[in-house]
């Protein structure tokens, strides 16, 4: 079954720009209607959507952080990535890539995660 | 924007029922997710597509969605199951989250 696994660096300067890759293993990243998506959690805290890729190309991105987000995709190694500029401390949180499947009637839902990545945000 | 709103806490006694609501404007209107965190893990999908569960959720997991609210219910609530649970719906191509609820099985 698929798997997904995020990695990159676990601490990141203020005012620099946070990078992430989630590897997927297990299918491929080009096939199905699938949305590939990030969600970070700060510590003792609720999810909060990042922004996703469709493999059609299109992107979304939550309004908060739009200004800072770039999600892209990798067909040539099944990955897709993170990229979150000029960050604070605020931006500190375990940071998750899931898969949103469709289940038809405009209906997705996230059904497989990562294990997550801790990203500290100091100098 | 769109805010999906649930209480921080419920809590409930083994075997009993337990509900947790998730409200928004309309939210009948849209589909709902419904996820479960155990500390330290990822979150899993529990409900989606309003009622739906996915393959290898127990079956005491329900849920419902009609007018301004969303309901997630456990029948016959087990030790296992105290986690953290929140809703998702989808706003204009973004992904809204709820606040999250703490299950407490006391």
């Known amino acids: 079954q698929v798997q997904l696994q995020e990695s990159g660096p676990g601490l990141v300067k203020p005012s620099q720009t946070l990078s992430l890759t989630c590897t997927v293993s297990?299918?491929?990243?080009?096939?199905?209607?699938?949305?590939w998506s990030w969600i970070r959690q700060p510590a003792g805290k609720g999810l909060e959507w990042i922004g996703r890729?469709?493999?059609?190309?299109?992107?979304n991105y939550n309004p908060s952080l739009k200004s800072r987000v770039t999600i892209s995709i990798d067909t040539s190694k099944n990955q897709f990535s993170l990229e979150l500029s000029s960050v604070t401390a605020a931006d500190t949180a375990v940071y998750y890539c899931?898969?949103?499947?469709?289940?038809?009637?405009?209906?997705?839902?996230?059904?497989?995660w990562g294990q997550g990545t801790t990203v500290t945000v100091s100098s | 924007s769109y805010e999906l709103t649930q209480p921080p806490s419920v809590s409930v006694s083994p075997g009993q029922t337990a509900s947790i609501t998730c409200s928004g404007d309309?939210?009948?209107?849209?589909?709902t997710c419904w996820y479960q965190q155990k500390p330290g893990q990822s979150p899993v999908m529990v409900i989606y597509?309003?009622?739906k569960r996915p393959s290898g959720i127990p079956e005491r997991f329900s849920a419902s969605n009609s007018g301004n609210t969303a309901t997630l219910t456990i029948s016959g609530t087990q030790a296992m199951d105290e986690a953290d649970y929140y809703c998702?719906?989808?706003?204009?191509?973004?992904?809204?989250f709820g606040g999250g609820t703490k299950l407490t099985v006391l």
């Open positions: 309309k939210l009948g209107n849209i589909y």
């Open positions: 899931a898969r949103a499947n469709y289940y038809g009637s405009g209906s997705y839902g996230m059904d497989v």
């Open positions: 890729f469709y493999t059609s190309g299109s992107t």
């Open positions: 597509q309003d009622t």
């Open positions: 297990g299918g491929s990243i080009n096939r199905g209607t699938y949305y």
């Open positions: 998702q719906a989808w706003d204009s191509n973004t992904v809204i």
